[in-house]
């Protein structure tokens, strides 16, 4: 079946713009998580949601930065008056049940490639 | 919260040769660990993990060990190949209790192997 994607794959804002990052999970998935990848860094946790509630927001670098899933299959994350830091690849993840305790694996989506000028 | 410590940064090979890469991690509740390959510019790729019941986990070319007691789990890829250069990533979660498994990872590691 299909993966987990993401779009758009590449998106270049000036700095102060809001961009909104897409993220399909794979069908049936209940969580979903969002992660942060600097160059040359490995990927940090932005945000988990279980189904629609976002149960931890705690990666979340600043209030500029916004998640959803409003119908717990379709996410988005939305970064308000981008910054030069905000540039990095944002990968999205998604495991099938994410109960308490379950070792699943998680499926990564193929990132955006952010860059704020 | 989890810390994850990956060692080398970069690593380089002959084609045949073995690869070790080390991980060392903080938080003694952690108790499962997985590897991701990346190559460039697509996606992490599960490639292996292992859970704290259980010492060393092998899937044909590729083999990982924990050390739950000295907190610190390896990578071991034999007779390696051009394809398997990439950057890998290990990883840690505490998968218990009201956790439901955000992963930890450590720096990366650049592996390349020459032919």
């Known amino acids: 079946g299909a993966g987990v994607s993401q779009s758009p794959r590449y998106k270049v804002a000036k700095r102060g713009q809001d961009v909104a990052l897409r993220c399909d999970p794979i069908s049936g998935h209940v969580s979903l998580f969002w992660y942060q990848q600097a160059l040359g860094q490995g990927p940090e946790f932005l945000t988990y949601f279980q189904n629609e509630a976002q149960l931890d927001k705690s990666g979340l670098p600043s209030d500029r930065f916004f998640a959803e899933r409003p119908e717990g299959s379709v996410s988005t994350l939305k970064i308000q008056r981008t910054q030069q830091e905000d540039s990095a690849v944002y990968l999205c993840?998604?495991?099938?049940?994410?109960?308490?305790?379950?070792?699943?694996?998680?499926?990564f989506g193929p990132g955006t490639r952010l860059l704020v000028l | 919260g989890e810390n994850v410590e990956q060692h080398p940064s970069t690593l380089s090979v002959q084609e045949g040769d073995s690869a070790v890469i080390k991980c060392t991690y903080s938080?003694?509740?952690?108790?499962?660990f997985p590897w991701y390959k990346q190559e460039l510019g697509k996606r992490p790729q599960l490639i292996i993990d292992i859970r704290s019941n259980v010492g060393e986990k092998k899937d044909q070319r590729i083999a990982v060990t924990l050390n739950k007691t000295a907190k610190h789990f390896s990578l071991h890829i034999t007779e390696t190949q051009p394809e398997d250069s990439a950057v890998y990533f290990c990883?840690?979660?505490?998968?218990?209790?009201?956790?439901?498994?955000?992963?930890?990872f450590g720096q990366g590691t650049i592996l390349t192997v020459h032919p």
């Open positions: 990883a840690a979660v505490n998968a218990g209790g009201t956790s439901y498994g955000k992963l930890t």
């Open positions: 938080d003694s509740a952690s108790n499962y």
């Open positions: 993840a998604s495991s099938l049940l994410g109960l308490a305790g379950l070792q699943e694996t998680q499926y």
